[in-house]
């Protein structure tokens, strides 16, 4: 929806805050819709404003609450969650604000002290506003039929016609033919050291961050992407407040410092509201990227249960063959699964480090119970109960979040194995990372496997167009739906064809004759922002041309 010039960013204010009903209006209705009556509808100039969290009423006050979400799916507000204070800030033009916190019955606008008659809260997990002093304050014309439980708001010069009939099922293109979904078209949004999101220059701004990441969306989806996997933890912390891990450093430059909001619950909402797939990616075993014991707050696990730290070649590490840290992990990952509304859970290829010293001989000794004499057997074992337990506890929490995992894209090479990959690999996911990926694609511990491979179709140790042939037949009958990792990252690198970004048009292409083949994950945002060898226009076509 366009914003009228007349209106400039008031009208982008009003929207978070839609409407309160004028009260000899509002009187007419009664003090609590039966659960048969129709929902409240808003329209705005004419156009028809879509919530998943539908407006209500409340009863005694007769304000209308409408969610925040309203005003970022319309027209991209600045708008951030103060976790902390419990606060809405909703930023304007010229540094405008206006300010509405949890449970107080006065608002700010611009530093004045303006009395509401009904305070924000939650409902269904989102955050909701009372609207009534908005329209006192921008002079908008506000319309209520009781009839037809509508809200008709026009700006002032708006002269549009409102609709005549009642959307049939709330959808006013109902009858309308959707087109054919595309597959996946995900890409990885790393927040460790800052590589993707948020920036360094953000620390500690919430407005700036949030800037940042509506950019990035907005610049993604223009290309075709229509799914991002965000790291939400790298380094057993969190972008989002938790009972457990310390805040990311990403966030303020300080691990454990609150950043003065949710970022989490922020960016879901940014990115459903561009209909795209909101995709919470893990790293599980990472403690730190260095062994800086320093840097890590007080409550990282690093410090709360050393015994379950490995130091390994400077880096820590969760080892994964104590049992009692491996539910820690699970549990950390479940918070994000109870408690947003998320559409997938990921996990990355960092399972044990792979070519480096991992002292854990006393863990070995100790737990394990089956007896297994070879370490490496232990080891993927250890892996394997963890991906089976995380599996379990994700579908008793929503069967619906998708659960899926990027290995390193070589399973095994033929050398070491006969049914391994026609490659060779200096390093392997079975072998180097101890992740017994067929395992879990045969025993359906996940929904789908997303192998990295991001070598080209003419390097001859380990060949694009031969993995993906073996990765196919990998999930062949399975039911595990394949989603292939790929590195616009090498673009113009000197490594054997990376030359030009007809590269990754030609593997997807290539992918095209797999149905088993469902998505495409792309390495990493920063890389397909910086456009080299201009893949962003090779992409934004490939897709376009795709869907028509």
């Known amino acids: 929806m366009i914003a009228r010039k007349t209106v400039g960013w008031l009208l982008i204010v009003m929207m978070f805050l839609a409407l309160a009903i004028p009260s000899a209006q509002a009187a007419a209705l009664p003090d609590g819709a039966s659960s048969g009556s129709k929902e409240i509808e808003i ?9 998943d969290v539908p407006p209500y009423i409340l009863p005694k006050v007769f304000v209308t609450m409408v969610p925040l979400r309203v005003i970022s799916e319309e027209l991209g507000a600045k ?6 204070d419990q606060q809405v800030v909703i930023a304007g033009k010229d540094n405008t604000y206006l300010m509405m916190e949890k449970g107080s019955k ?11 008659e009904a305070s924000v809260e939650l409902k269904n997990k989102r955050m909701m506003v009372p609207l009534r002093f908005v329209s006192e304050q921008l002079g908008l014309k506000v319309d209520w039929s009781q009839q037809l439980r509508r809200i008709t708001l026009t700006t002032q010069g708006a002269a549009l016609e409102q609709p005549d009939q009642d959307p049939v099922d ?4 109902a009858g309308i033919e959707e087109p054919e979904q595309a597959g996946l078209r995900g890409v990885w949004i790393s927040t460790v050291y800052n590589l993707d999101w948020p920036s360094t220059a953000s620390y500690g701004n919430a407005v700036k961050q949030m800037d940042e990441y509506r950019k990035l969306l907005d610049e993604l989806q223009a290309l075709g992407i229509n799914a991002v996997f965000v790291q939400v933890r790298a380094a057993a912390d969190a972008i989002y407040p938790s009972l457990l891990v310390p805040w990311a450093t990403s966030l303020t430059g300080t691990q454990g410092q609150a950043p003065g909001y949710d970022p989490l619950a922020l960016i879901i909402e940014e990115t459903h509201a561009r209909n795209m797939e909101f995709h919470a990616w893990f790293n599980p075993f990472r403690a730190s990227v260095d062994a800086k014991l320093e840097k890590l707050a007080s409550n990282h696990i690093a410090k709360q249960q050393p015994d379950w730290i490995v130091n390994a070649s400077n880096k820590l590490y969760i080892n994964p063959g104590v049992p009692q840290a491996r539910q820690h992990i699970i549990e950390a990952i479940s918070e994000v699964a109870r408690n947003y509304n998320i559409d997938g859970i990921h996990l990355d290829d960092y399972f044990y480090p792979s070519n480096v010293a991992f002292a854990d001989d006393a863990a070995f000794k100790a737990y394990n119970p089956e007896k ?11 892996i394997n109960m963890f991906v089976r337990d995380l599996g379990l506890a994700i579908k008793a929490i929503n069967p619906d979040i998708s659960y899926g995992i990027s290995p390193f894209g070589v399973w095994r090479n033929q050398k070491d194995d006969p049914t391994g990959s026609d490659t060779k690999a200096g390093v392997t996911a079975y072998d180097s990372m101890f992740a017994d990926v067929r395992t879990w ?17 003419s390097l001859p140790v380990a060949r694009y167009d031969k993995l993906v042939d073996w990765w196919v037949q990998e999930v062949q009958g399975t039911g595990v739906d394949l989603y292939i990792g790929h590195s616009p990252y090498k673009l113009g690198t000197k490594e054997a064809g990376w030359d030009s970004a007809q590269e990754l048009v030609n593997q997807l292409d290539y992918n095209k004759q797999y149905p088993q083949i469902t998505g495409d994950v792309f390495f990493s945002a920063k890389d397909l922002m910086r456009n080299p060898l201009n893949i ?9 041309n795709s869907i028509n």
């Open 43 to 51: 329209i705005l100039d004419g156009k028809v404003i879509q919530s």
């Open 79 to 84: 708008v951030v969650w103060n976790e902390k």
């Open 106 to 116: 006065i608002a700010t606008v611009n530093g004045q002290a303006i009395p509401l």
């Open 170 to 173: 709330g959808n006013i293109d």
């Open 372 to 382: 297994l004499r070879s370490k490496g057997d232990w080891r993927r074992n250890n």
């Open 441 to 457: 694609i045969k025993q359906g511990w996940i929904d789908y496997i997303n192998p990295q491979l991001y070598w080209s179709l």
């Open 536 to 544: 962003k226009e090779a992409l934004q076509t490939y897709y376009m």
